[in-house]
């Protein structure tokens, strides 16, 4: 019998890296899955621009973002903020303002959590 993972599974894993502080690992991991033929979707990579910006790994995770923008799956609100407070966190606040006019240009209306990091 040979079962195949789908979505879940391989978000379960990234998470997992991600939570034992392992986002490079998480990374390769995405970066293999994708070359085998696989989707994810918005939480995987909600999970994974958490998970860097988590360890510090700001820019990695603006990457990812930039990556994916209308080509892998609909960038959202959550992942921008998220980014949003990593930038702020980085003393990047120039950059995560641009970010958040990204945000209204692609109206993508923000939260009281994007406000609340560019306050910060």
Same mark, same amino acid.
């Given at each position: 019998?040979?079962?195949?993972? /789908?979505?879940? +599974?391989?978000?379960? !894993? @990234?998470? *997992? $890296? #991600?939570?034992? %502080?392992?986002?490079?690992? &998480? =990374?390769?991991?995405?970066?293999?899955?994708?070359?085998?033929?696989?989707?994810? /979707?918005?939480? +995987?990579?909600?999970? !994974? @621009?958490? *998970? $860097? #910006?988590?360890? %510090?790994?700001?820019?990695? &995770? =603006?990457?990812?973002?930039?990556?994916?923008?209308?080509?892998?799956?609909?960038? /959202?609100?959550?992942?921008?903020?998220?980014? @949003?407070? *990593? $930038? #702020?966190?980085?003393?990047?606040?120039?950059? &995560?303002?641009?970010?958040?006019?990204?945000?209204?240009?692609?109206?993508?209306?923000?939260?009281?959590?994007?406000?609340?990091?560019? @306050?910060?």
């Amino acid at each position: 019998m040979g079962y195949e993972p /789908n979505t879940i +599974t391989l978000t379960t !894993l @990234i998470k *997992g $890296l #991600c939570l034992n %502080g392992k986002v490079n690992e &998480a =990374l390769l991991f995405h970066d293999h899955v994708l070359a085998l033929g696989f989707h994810l /979707n918005h939480v +995987t990579y909600g999970i !994974l @621009i958490n *998970g $860097l #910006c988590k360890m %510090g790994q700001t820019r990695a &995770a =603006l990457q990812v973002l930039r990556q994916i923008e209308g080509k892998l799956v609909n960038t /959202n609100v959550v992942m921008y903020s998220t980014v @949003i407070d *990593g $930038l #702020c966190k980085d003393k990047l606040v120039i950059d &995560a303002y641009g970010l958040y006019s990204e945000m209204i240009v692609k109206r993508i209306p923000p939260t009281v959590v994007t406000f609340s990091s560019l @306050i910060y």
